[in-house]
C-alpha cells in the first residue's frame, strides 16, 4: 500500500458536493459532458486517479485501498464533510469501497458501467483481456476494447472521440494502466456491498459486454436502498457517448437525495 496523493482535481458549479471518479486509463475530462449537465444544480469535482492525468504517479502496482486513501485525502482537502459519489467503471468500484469505509460522508452513490457478481466465465474473460495485454502489449488489443465500449454508431459518427479515447490510454504508462485493470479485474464486490445502505443509482449500457446489465441488475438488488437504469443500445463508454442520456436519471435521483 502506498501513501496517498494529492490528486489533481477541478471543481465546476454550485450546490451540494458531487465528487466523480473516472475509470481505467481516463481522466477526470471523462465527466465534462455529465458536469456541463450538472454544474448548474451541483458543485461537481472531478480528480484525476493516481498515475493518470496530472495527478502524481507513485510507483506500481496500486490498490483498492490506495484509490480510497486517495479520495479520502481529496475529501479531507476539499473541507467536504459529506457529498454525493460516482464512479464508472473502476470508479464504480472505488466509490462503494469509499462507502463502506467512510460511510459518515457518503449522502449517495452512483455506480455507472460497473461489475460485480462475476460468473467465472465472466472473470475468466476480463483477466484474459489483462494477461492479452500483458503478453502482446497493450496496443495491440485496444481494437477489442474500442468494440467494447464505443456502439458502431458513435464510431462512425464521431471517430475524433474514439480516436482521443484510445490515445489516452497510450499516453498512460503501461505498468500504471495494467495495475488499475488488475483492480478492475480482481475486485469482486458481492461479498460486501449488501452493507452498503446509502441511496444508490445504478446504470449501465444495454449493450455493455463486461458491465451488462444481468451483473448489474444483481448489484442493484443486493443494495438495500438501490435504483436502476439500463440505458438502451449503449456499451461502456456511455459517458463520452452519451453525457445527455445519462444526465436525465442521474439529475433525478441526485435531486430526491440532494439533502442526504
Not at 502496482?61 to 484509490?67: A, V
Not at 464533510?81 to 463502506?100: D, I, K, N
Amino acid at each position: 500500500m502506498c501513501a496517498a496523493i494529492q490528486s489533481a482535481y477541478s471543481v465546476e458549479g454550485s450546490g451540494p458536493p458531487l465528487i466523480l471518479i473516472h475509470g481505467i486509463g481516463a481522466s477526470r475530462h471523462s465527466w465534462d459532458g455529465l458536469i456541463r449537465e450538472l454544474r448548474g444544480e451541483f458543485r461537481c469535482i472531478s480528480y484525476d486517479l493516481r498515475g493518470h492525468g496530472r495527478s502524481p504517479q507513485p510507483s506500481p502496482p496500486y490498490t483498492l485501498e490506495d484509490l480510497v486513501d486517495d479520495l479520502e485525502a481529496l475529501r479531507r482537502e476539499l473541507g467536504i464533510e459529506r457529498a454525493h459519489f460516482a464512479g464508472h467503471s473502476l470508479g464504480g468500484m472505488v466509490g462503494p469501497a469509499y462507502a463502506r469505509r467512510y460511510p459518515q460522508h457518503v449522502l449517495s452513490l452512483g455506480l455507472y458501467s460497473t461489475a460485480a457478481f462475476r460468473t467465472a466465465d465472466d472473470s475468466a474473460k476480463v483477466r484474459g483481456v489483462v494477461a492479452a495485454m500483458r503478453g502482446k502489449g497493450i496496443a495491440p488489443v485496444l481494437e477489442t476494447l474500442k468494440e467494447r465500449w464505443f456502439t458502431p454508431e458513435l464510431a462512425a459518427r464521431s471517430p475524433d472521440v474514439v480516436a482521443r479515447r484510445m490515445q489516452q490510454v497510450l499516453d498512460t504508462d503501461p505498468q500504471v494502466f495494467l495495475s488499475v485493470f488488475d483492480i478492475y479485474a480482481e475486485t469482486e464486490m458481492a461479498p460486501w456491498i449488501g452493507g452498503i445502505r446509502q441511496p444508490s443509482f445504478v446504470l449501465t449500457g444495454e449493450n455493455d459486454a463486461g458491465c451488462n446489465p444481468r451483473l448489474n441488475r444483481e448489484i442493484a438488488a443486493a443494495m438495500p436502498n438501490a435504483e436502476l437504469v439500463i440505458l438502451p443500445l449503449l456499451r461502456h463508454a456511455i459517458l463520452l457517448e452519451a453525457a445527455g442520456a445519462v444526465a436525465a436519471p442521474v439529475r433525478d435521483f441526485l435531486r430526491r437525495h440532494a439533502g442526504g
